[in-house]
């Protein structure tokens, strides 16, 4: 049984014309870096709900998600609204299997995203687990335009706290930028650059979590299964975990 919270908007920060990113102040239970929520407004006298992975990791006082305003779309236009002081609805328990818990040891950690998914592992790295587990941290960002490199100044902020340990790649891929990598991750392992620039082999000492776009995760998991690697399974620990995140 679902049970709801109230919760009160704290702050929603635009970061470009339709990416966002809410905070929410809610009475809620503690979730692990890495789960999912879902979050509804009472539109036309029905609730309507959606699901959002958690950007805030389980120490955070508030509750932060990050959102796409979808033109067309029934929620988000609505969050995209939203004031300081407005209230929402919170699913009050987590959901989601996405977790380090889940995650086979290994020496490095590679965390893809595209877009909006940049949350879940920046909900993970703001907690001791994964730095305590992993020799390496590979963060790769793809989005398709520079101004989607969000949270810029948490990434610096992780950079200088574990120097020797993350690694962060931002890929632009429908621009030419300076500093990031322009074109899509799928390219970046199938050519082996992502392997020449961090100077680490994909091999069995790689666990892979992967977020975001669908079809980023179907191909990256095809072109890592080329290199060896198989799907890690509750039953059968194995080297790629994905997350469904919106289809
Ligand atoms: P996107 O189209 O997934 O683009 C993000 C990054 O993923 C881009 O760098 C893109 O490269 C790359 N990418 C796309 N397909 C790929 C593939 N098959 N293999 C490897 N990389 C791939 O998403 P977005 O820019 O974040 O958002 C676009 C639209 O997605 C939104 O307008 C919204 O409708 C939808 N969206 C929905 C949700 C939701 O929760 N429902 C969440 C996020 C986004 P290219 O530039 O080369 O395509």
Request: charged share 25%; glycine share 6%; proline share 3%.
């Amino acid at each position: 049984m679902e049970e709801w919270q109230e919760g009160e908007v704290v702050e929603n920060i635009k970061w470009t014309k339709n990416l966002a990113s809410l905070k929410i102040k809610a009475k809620i239970n503690l979730h692990q870096a890495g789960q999912f929520t879902r979050i509804g407004l009472n539109i036309k006298d029905e609730l309507v709900t959606r699901s959002y992975s958690y950007a805030s990791a389980p120490q955070d006082d508030l509750l932060e998600i990050i959102y796409v305003n979808v033109s067309n779309g029934t929620l988000s236009p609505k969050l995209h609204e939203l004031k300081i002081g407005d209230k929402v609805y919170v699913m009050k328990q987590a959901i989601g299997y996405f977790t380090l818990d889940e995650i086979p040891d290994g020496k490095n950690l590679w965390m893809l995203a595209t877009g909006t998914a940049l949350g879940v592992f920046l909900a993970m790295l703001k907690t001791s687990l994964p730095w305590q587990r992993f020799e390496k941290i590979i963060l790769i960002h793809s989005v398709r335009y520079s101004e989607e490199l969000i949270y810029q100044d948490l990434i610096e902020e992780l950079k200088q706290s574990h120097p020797d340990q993350l690694i962060y790649i931002s890929a632009v891929t429908r621009f030419k930028v300076e500093g990031s990598y322009n074109n899509r991750i799928t390219k970046g392992l199938l050519t082996r650059e992502f392997e020449n620039h961090t100077q680490i082999k994909i091999d069995e000492d790689s666990q892979f979590m992967i977020c975001g776009n669908p079809e980023m995760i179907k191909e990256t998991t095809e072109i890592l299964k080329g290199f060896g690697l198989v799907k890690n399974r509750r039953a059968k620990p194995g080297n790629i975990t994905v997350e469904r995140y919106w289809v």
